[in-house]
């Protein structure tokens, strides 16, 4: 017999196996199951191709801990420099005059900062009784020392000397002149653009200026990470009242690349992931960011684009983003099905900070966000079969889906708080996939992160986090919450319950154990207690246990350019899980290295 009988025989006999264990796989796994109205959810979790899994998606995602020491400020003198005296004011009636007048009252002239009451309280003194004209003198200070207590310290008062000054009673005016900003010199940078600092100094030094509120923009623009340092002087104008600002600033490193290794993905499609990233922090010298990733797994290529650019000076800004990723399921026995997905995410956001001082900011953003995700097995050559996801039609789901968010960060020396709310509506809009009952792309959900974290002792950190979602209705995979995993509930696989409602807490405790000062790192050993449950909606079955808890104990490594770690965790509920890799004997790790360039 020839070879080519052999191997068509063998490939035969492939089929024939792929086509018994489809047969079984999908008895055992009926639609109703699919589709969660019954049955046990771990078994789809497991069955499922989650593609691209959840924790590959956009989420709303809080800021890392950060020690709360830093970054540092430096001191105001240092970041702020002012001249030892302002310029005179015009023309005033001459102080060697002995005579006494009296002032019933006096009128202040060109004040837009004070009340009349808050005027007339502070010459209140020099009124209703005889006064000297070094007194009199004396109260335009009273009125030009209320503007420098405030901050406005090139405001100024003076008494004009074309009025006249009555022995027996009378009103005296008072001219003030507001302090204003002629023009803003900035010097120092190289590629990133000087109106990008000049702007944001401009909105915070409107007449009068204030020097309280220049100050907060230096401080605001020494935490961009764009600016390494920044200082400013105050120098009096070509005119009277009028101010010249000389910014001198120095610009970070912008540009970065970045590799990843760690196994925090399913093992569906391969835990151990590999990703390259490369950043842009000022790609055309506007502040506007580029991000570019690629990651794989045994199963899965993914990459990652984004792009950031600054709208307006109050730090406002539109970011664009893309993933496209591909999948098979490797893992045993499901892989013989070869079951493939591809998935594409797109999304426009506009962030807007309302309130932002150097330790607080709050702010608001929309997103508009297209997914599109098919799934299909092939278990015979060139014979495509949809794979029967939740909420899909003919193995695609397609969502239109329009979120609204909220961020606060609280900032001191000694702590960090950061919560974000999230709205999310799936709209009927831009051919979505309607299955005709729910999950399907017409939903509405909530999410709700919270992080604080305390510095106990110098490099002593304890870390408490907090995350939420709740869904008025059954979800499509897509939009579920997974637990389980190092992100989440350390100690079972990653996203070992996926349901549409779930609420996730977390205690850790980092305290370091080895300090190298030498090499800008230190070790910190990190016990951790995580705990979450999970339930479905629109009366599809909840998973069982639907509930997950861990303690363990880590190793985290922070340095300059290197962040590892390595995390054990020990289920406390046991979800009879095949133990296969190290998730699932719940060890984790990742190892970051950051590149400047």
């Known amino acids: ?41 771990h078994l789809v979790a497991q ?61 202040v002239i060109g004040s837009t900062v004070f009340s009349s009451a808050e005027l007339a309280e502070a010459t209140q003194e020099f009124t209703g009784k005889p006064i000297t004209f070094a007194e009199l003198l004396r109260a335009s200070d009273a009125i030009t020392k209320l503007y420098t207590d ?38 120092g940078l190289k ?63 912008t540009f970065s690349a970045q590799v990843n290794f760690n196994n ?3 093992p569906s499609i391969g835990s151990f992931q590999r990703q390259i990233q490369f950043n842009q922090a000022n790609l055309l010298g506007l502040g506007d960011g580029l991000s570019v990733a690629y990651a794989n797994t045994d199963g899965s290529n993914d990459v990652d684009f984004s792009y950031t650019l600054p709208v307006n000076p109050y730090n406002g800004t539109v970011q664009f983003q893309y993933n496209y990723t591909t999948s098979n399921v490797v893992e045993e026995p499901f892989d013989v099905l070869d079951i493939e997905g591809r998935s594409q995410d797109f999304a426009i956001t506009f962030r807007q900070p309302i309130l932002q001082t150097p330790t607080t900011e709050f702010a608001l953003g929309i997103t508009a966000n297209r997914r599109n995700s098919d799934v299909s097995l092939e278990p015979l050559p060139g014979e495509r079969i949809p794979f029967p ?16 968010f909220q961020d606060w960060t609280q900032r001191n020396s ?14 009927d809009a831009f051919d979505v996939t309607n299955s005709g009952a729910p999950p399907d792309s017409r939903f509405f959900s909530w999410r709700g992160q919270a992080q604080w974290v305390r510095l106990l002792a110098p490099e002593t950190l304890l870390l408490l986090r907090a995350d939420a979602q709740l869904a008025d209705r059954a979800l499509v995979p897509l ?50 207690i995580d705990y979450g449950t999970a339930y479905n909606s629109s009366n599809r079955a909840d998973p069982d246990p639907n509930s997950l808890a861990s303690v363990g104990l880590g190793l985290l490594w922070q340095s300059d350019r290197i962040n590892a770690r390595f995390d054990w965790g020990i289920p406390l509920i046991d979800d009879n899980s095949r133990n296969n890799t190290l998730q699932e004997n719940g060890l984790y790790f990742s190892l970051v290295y950051t590149q400047p360039f």
Not at 84 to 94: A, M, S, V
Not at 487 to 510: I, K, P
Request: proline content about 10%; charged content about 20%.
């Open 150 to 187: 405030k901050g406005y310290i090139s405001s100024g008062a003076f008494i004009p000397a074309d009025q006249t000054f009555k022995t027996r009673g009378g009103v005296v005016k008072i001219q003030v002149i507001e302090g204003s900003v002629e023009s803003i010199e900035v010097r």
């Open 1 to 41: 017999m020839s070879v080519e009988y052999f191997l068509s025989l063998k490939d035969y006999r492939r089929s024939l196996n792929h086509l018994i264990f489809l047969a079984l796989f999908l008895g055992n796994v009926s639609p109703s199951l699919v589709q969660a109205q019954t049955g046990n959810i």
């Open 264 to 266: 925090n993905r399913v």
């Open 389 to 404: 996801s939740p909420g899909s039609v003919d193995g695609q789901t397609r969502l239109s889906v329009l979120r609204f």
């Open 414 to 427: 000694r702590e960090v708080f950061a919560a974000r709310s999230q709205f999310s509506f799936g709209i």
């Open 479 to 528: 939009e579920q919450f997974g637990l389980g995993g190092q992100a989440t509930v350390r100690g079972y696989r990653q996203d070992l319950l996926l349901t549409d409602n779930a609420v996730f807490v977390s205690a850790e405790l980092r305290y370091p154990i080895l300090r190298a000062p030498q090499l800008g790192g230190v070790l910190q050993l990190t016990p951790f």
């Open 47 to 107: 069955a499922r191709p989650d593609l691209p899994p959840p924790e590959n998606l956009p989420r709303p995602q809080l800021p890392q801990p950060i020690p709360p020491e830093t970054p540092k400020l430096p001191p105001p003198k240092d970041l702020f420099r002012t001249p030892n005296e302002t310029t005179p004011p015009p023309e005033t009636i001459p102080s060697g005059i002995q005579d006494t007048i009296r002032v019933d009252r006096f009128e």
């Open 191 to 253: 590629r990133l653009n000087p109106d990008y600092v000049r702007s944001r100094i401009a909105v915070a030094t409107g007449k009068p200026l204030n020097v309280n509120k220049l100050l907060q923009a230096l401080q605001l623009l020494q935490l961009n990470p764009l600016i390494k340092n920044i200082s400013a002087e105050l120098a009096a104008g070509s005119r009277p009242g009028t101010s010249v600002i000389d910014i001198r600033a120095s610009e970070n490193t």
